[in-house]
Structures are given as structure tokens and as C-alpha cells.
């Protein structure tokens, strides 16, 4: 009876656990490049009375054995780099990865962040920032008196200054990706960093070689990948898991009671 209590509390736990998960994701809906997770669950270990294949008294082998399992408990929180939806913004430095990919940025710590969003915005001194105000790597500047901004599929920006029709090229977006993307770390303000479980980051250009069908569209941004009505699902579910545990230990409750009114 007392291992039933505990084996119901690894199950409360992890579910608290997986309903805070999907909190987040619930909460990140409208976030741009946000990636959903999820929460995995693997058993802990059970306590064996006895082994399959063990010989009996009678010189018989007993097909199975006898065990309890002890509960569960959290394994992972896998991302899911899952396409989010592409949304029109018109506004030009709006851009959308279509494919695989992170742009990098410059963080206040030094080290390079990853990331989906591609909301960037100009500052005082016409390099490209995040809305944080990190620099986009490799450093790209516009003129301050650029009248139009164009962005290629490849990444190439272009401007048309005033007083000129001729575009200039004043910079090239470069893409990183990783052989293993769910290892990244998230750092918040939409960014991912470099772990020993992604890999190294391994630059490229959309449109050539490892990023030969990605592509960069312009005026557009990369919205959530979270599914509303399939997060309310796992909701319910992990809600209706957290009340059987808990049903799981008012038996045991119960039956604890049982034998400690027996005289």
C-alpha cells in the first residue's frame, strides 16, 4: 500500500510537470519563431520478486517473472522544429525562413544566439538588430538615407539611396543549422544557443548547399508551430492523468485507514 502512494506521486509530479510544458506552449502561441515542446516520460525502476527463466523446485522454468514497477519520471523535453505559419507584414525587414535554418546574433554576453525570428529592426546607426537590439552576424549596416530595401531569396540585401535608381548591395544574410537542433539550449528572448548536443553550427547561404531549399522571404514572419486545439488535447489528457494519481492515492489513503482501524 505505501508503494502505491509513491508510485502515484511520481505520477503527479510528472504530470504537473508535462501541464506546465504545455502552459508554455500555450503561452508562446502568437510568439514569432517559437518552437512547441514536449514532454517525454519513461518508467523508473521496478522491483523484482522474482526472474523469468528462473528454475523451480520441480526442475520447471517459469516463463515470467514477478514485478512492480515504482512509478515514472520525466526523460526529456524534446523541441519541435516543426515549420510555424508564415504571416504577411509588408513591413521590409520582416524575414521568414522558409526551410531549415537560424540566423545568428550578437548576445550582450559575446556569444552567438540562434534564432527563427527574423523581426529585424534598424538602430541609431542603421546596422540590423533583433527587437533586443542584438546585431545580426555577420554585421549588416543601411544607409540612412536608403528609400528602399530589398531582400533576395538568398539573403542578399539591397538598397536604393536617395537621389539614385540603382540598387547597392550592402550585405549578405548567412544561415547556420545543426546536425542535432533539439540539443540547442533556449535562452528566451527567442534565442537558442550552442550545446555539445546540437553540433557545431555550420554556416551557409539559403539557396546554396546545405541550404540549397531554403529560402528567405521578405516582408513575411515565421509564426508559432503551436496548434492550439491539439495543446488543449494534451491539456485534458495530462489533466485527467493527474486525477486518476490522485485517485490512486486516496485508495491508498483508504486502505492505509482500513488497516490501521483493524483490531
Known amino acids: 500500500m505505501l508503494r502505491a502512494l509513491y508510485t502515484a506521486a511520481t505520477g503527479s509530479q510528472s504530470q504537473q510537470f508535462n501541464i506546465d510544458v504545455i502552459a508554455n506552449n500555450v503561452a508562446n502561441v502568437n510568439t514569432t ?3 512547441k515542446a514536449r514532454a517525454e516520460f519513461e518508467d523508473l525502476m521496478s ?14 522454468t517459469d516463463p515470467v517473472g514477478v514485478q512492480v514497477g515504482l512509478g515514472v519520471q520525466i526523460s526529456a523535453t524534446q523541441r519541435i522544429f516543426l515549420p510555424g505559419s508564415i504571416q504577411q507584414t509588408g513591413n521590409p525587414l520582416d524575414l521568414a525562413i522558409q526551410g531549415d535554418g537560424f540566423y545568428q546574433v550578437q548576445t550582450d554576453s559575446g556569444l552567438l544566439g540562434y534564432t527563427r525570428d527574423g523581426g529585424f529592426k534598424r538602430d541609431a546607426n542603421g546596422t540590423m538588430v533583433t527587437s533586443d537590439g542584438y546585431p545580426v552576424q555577420p554585421n549588416i549596416t543601411i544607409p540612412s538615407d536608403a528609400t528602399d530595401i530589398i531582400v533576395g531569396l538568398n539573403g542578399t540585401i539591397s538598397v536604393r539611396q536617395a537621389g539614385s535608381s ?29 550545446t555539445p548536443a546540437s553540433g557545431s553550427p555550420v554556416q ?22 503551436v496548434q492550439i486545439v491539439e495543446e488543449l488535447i494534451n491539456l485534458i489528457t495530462a489533466q485527467r492523468a493527474f486525477e486518476a494519481n490522485s485517485k490512486v492515492i486516496q485508495a491508498s489513503d483508504e486502505l492505509l485507514k ?4 483493524t483490531v
Open 33 to 35: 519563431g517559437y518552437k
Open 47 to 60: 522491483q523484482t520478486y522474482s526472474t523469468a527463466g528462473t528454475i523451480g523446485d520441480q526442475g520447471t
Open 166 to 194: 540603382t540598387l547597392n548591395q550592402v550585405g549578405q544574410l548567412q544561415l547556420v543549422r545543426f546536425a542535432n537542433p533539439a540539443g540547442l539550449e533556449s535562452i528566451g528572448r527567442n534565442l537558442f544557443q550552442e
Open 204 to 225: 551557409g547561404t539559403a539557396g546554396q548547399g546545405d541550404f540549397s531549399k531554403t529560402t528567405i522571404t521578405q516582408g513575411y514572419l515565421e509564426g508559432s508551430n
Open 258 to 261: 482500513t488497516a490501521n482501524n
